[in-house]
Nanobody, 115 residues
């Protein structure tokens, strides 16, 4: 069973930064992609960013502010979030799409941006 453990959420003022981490229980080479989704209260879960061996993609709402990266040796994916806005407030979920067992989710980490 793939396990994804997120960390790094918290409360920050608008304009501030946070870095989220997602540590996988197995090599990230076993995943077609990894990424971050978020879900704000009363809204559907939305894709924020994904990363594969070929590159990364971003939602328009976070382009230029968020950066996804990965440390293969640590089986960890990071989400650096800069210039945070109140509308970025949400629970952020790590996702890993395994070649063998399909998609997996972390437990989520709360990000709250105060105005």
């Amino acid at each position: 069973q793939v396990q994804l453990v997120e960390s790094g959420g918290g409360l920050v003022e608008a304009g501030g930064s946070l870095r989220l981490s997602c540590a996988a229980s197995e090599s990230i080479f076993r995943f077609k992609s990894m990424g971050w989704y978020r879900q704000a209260p009363g809204k559907q879960r939305e894709l924020v960013t994904t990363i594969t061996g070929s590159g990364s993609t971003y939602a328009d709402s976070v382009k230029g502010r968020f950066t996804i990266s990965r440390d293969i040796a640590k089986n960890t994916v990071y989400l650096q979030m800069n210039s945070l806005k109140p509308e970025d407030t949400a629970v952020y979920y790590c996702n890993a799409d395994s070649y063998f067992t399909g998609p997996h989710w972390g437990q989520g980490t709360q990000v709250t941006v105060s105005s």
